[in-house]
């Protein structure tokens, strides 16, 4: 469930109150303090200023240090900072809490438990006491919510749970640096852009998908420290695997949606980026950048030479 959430997911957790009542507190198994992270991080070649490309983590444990030289000599060298969507601003905030009830809730008469089937309820049950809710409790809030919206709510109940904070995600703490650097902000995509591309999907879909995450959550509650180890230590063959490769060969039409398609019409406007001639630092989500339909993938596709320069 974990690897599917999107930069969303930071913004939802930290704005949607009701999710700490139900979170039990816990810590991530791996011990993050320790880990020397150096995350990837890739030069795109430009006639005009630097532009690096930068694949993210949006939740991540508060003990892990990402920070690296290679990181810090980029984004001091951008007069801009370009992320997915902007989440973070006051006003997204309120534009999201908004939309989150007109795009996300059921319809009068319909409840998430009559979608699912019975082994998904069971499924949830055990997520439920897992996380440490109080019986009925979870259920009955995720009674109103469509699938998506409750899959995504369970995504972050499960990470807060691991000692996770979105306040130490990669977006939070550029935006954070970008500020006091007094850097210029672009987006690629709006706030209602990225909830409709949960929203908008079959509801057939959205079912498949909630049942298929939270049982993979239940047999594997420790992807989610592999996934950012593999992130922290630069492995992106590792990320890719760990990231996509069950989306593409379980949900091939849910891929294309959140990972192909937006890959594909991002690479424009980073052609617009490199042609303006000005320094840029580009940010998205880490299970963008890699594998064969990544962004690093149609860059080089179009004739663009991409280096990581931490190899």
């Known amino acids: 469930m974990t690897r599917r959430i999107s930069r969303l997911a930071g913004a939802l957790a930290a704005g949607l109150a009701w999710l ?4 039990a507190p816990a810590l991530a198994e791996t011990d993050f303090a320790a880990l020397e992270a150096d995350p990837a991080i890739w030069r795109i070649a430009s006639d005009g200023g630097d532009v690096y490309l930068f694949g993210t983590v949006h939740i991540l444990p508060p003990q892990l240090d990402w920070r690296t030289d290679a990181i810090d000599t980029a984004l001091a060298s ?10 973070l601003s006051p006003e997204s905030q309120a534009e999201m809490t908004a939309l989150v009830p007109q795009l996300g809730m059921n ?19 055990r997520m439920a006491a897992q996380l440490g809710a109080p019986a009925g ?32 995600g990669v977006e939070y703490r550029l935006k954070a640096a970008g500020d006091e650097a007094g850097a210029s902000y672009g987006y690629f995509e709006t706030v209602e852009q990225q909830l409709r591309f949960f ?36 492995d992106t063959d590792g990320l890719d695997t760990i990231m996509n490769e069950g989306m593409r060969d379980t949900s091939a039409d849910l891929y294309d949606v959140l990972i192909v398609q937006r890959n594909q019409n991002w690479i424009p406007l980073i052609e ?33 030479t991409v280096e990581r320069i931490n190899p």
């Open 20 to 23: 700490g009542a139900l979170t």
């Open 78 to 87: 951008a007069d801009r900072i370009y992320f997915e969507a902007d989440v």
């Open 107 to 125: 319809a009068a008469g319909v409840t998430l438990s009559s979608l699912i089937s019975e082994q998904a309820q069971a499924n949830l049950a």
């Open 137 to 168: 409790a979870l259920e009955s809030s995720l009674d109103p919510l469509q699938p998506w919206l409750a899959g995504l709510t369970v995504a972050i109940l499960q990470i807060q749970a691991a000692g996770y904070d979105p306040t130490s």
């Open 199 to 234: 929203a908008d999907m079959p509801i057939e879909t959205q079912i498949a998908d909630f049942e298929i995450n939270l049982a993979q959550a239940l047999e594997d509650p420790g992807m989610l420290d592999r996934m950012v180890q593999a992130w922290a230590v630069g």
């Open 272 to 304: 617009d980026i490199l042609d303006s001639g000005e320094s840029a630092f580009i940010a998205v989500g880490a299970g963008h950048v890699t594998g064969p339909q990544g962004v690093i993938s149609l860059l080089e596709a179009r004739g663009h």
